[in-house]
């Protein structure tokens, strides 16, 4: 199974599409930012999901109306819970949405005892394969154009908590990789307006999952 991971469109899906028709995944991920609400219509969506089932989680820049609303062709909801874990074809994927905030003074804010609640309830349904956040674990895959960190500590306690074999982030706009000793990988997919673009195989047989990022299309 083949898929295909996308980042921080902010409205402009054309690179996006293009890897899609070209690469011709099972499944399309996305770790949110697709752009803001005047920026992205449902059509714009449509138009991969008439290619693929896709899951995303939610970050600063998203129609979040819309992403709520929207459905595979199976039924399944395109948006990843909070607290959900979601299986495809022996897959499991989580996801948590949002940046780090003090307050819920907007939608996309998240707290640390928001992040420490939803990485409990995910960790508790059991191992999961695949993590999508939007905002970055402190310390791994987290640098910024600049070359500062700009994780949170609480993304890298539900990166603890959860111990998913793949934790795909975003919103940074630096494609990067962090691979640990045991083997599990901390990938920011990066802006895919730039290029960027994260493939994963997963075999449904062995379970074997490898991926690859900064793959530029």
């Not at 409205?11 to 690469?23: K, P, T, V």
């Not at 059509?43 to 991969?48: C, E, K, R, S, Y």
Request: a negative charge; proline letters at 4%.
């Amino acid at each position: 199974m083949k898929i295909l991971a996308i980042s921080d469109l902010h409205g402009d899906s054309r690179l996006a599409l293009q890897a899609a028709h070209e690469l011709r995944p099972d499944l399309l991920l996305c770790c949110g930012d697709w752009g803001d609400a005047d920026q992205v219509g449902e059509g714009d969506l449509g138009a991969f999901l008439d290619l693929c089932p896709v899951l995303s989680t939610f970050g600063n820049h998203d129609p979040l109306e819309l992403l709520a609303r929207l459905q595979n062709r199976d039924g399944s909801a395109v948006l990843l819970g909070q607290d959900e874990v979601r299986d495809f074809h022996g897959l499991r994927l989580a996801g948590i949405g949002g940046i780090w905030a003090k307050s819920h003074r907007l939608a996309c804010y998240v707290t640390d005892s928001d992040v420490t609640r939803w990485a409990s309830a995910i960790a508790h349904n059991g191992p999961v394969d695949i993590l999508l956040t939007h905002g970055c674990p402190v310390g791994l895959a987290d640098l910024t154009p600049s070359g500062r960190h700009g994780g949170q500590r609480c993304f890298l306690d539900a990166f603890k908590t959860i111990s998913p074999r793949v934790h795909l982030c975003g919103h940074l706009h630096v494609p990067q990789e962090r691979e640990l000793k045991d083997g599990r990988k901390i990938i920011n997919v990066g802006a895919t307006p730039q290029g960027n673009i994260t493939v994963i195989d997963f075999d449904t047989d062995t379970k074997v999952l490898t991926a690859s990022t900064a793959v530029h299309v």
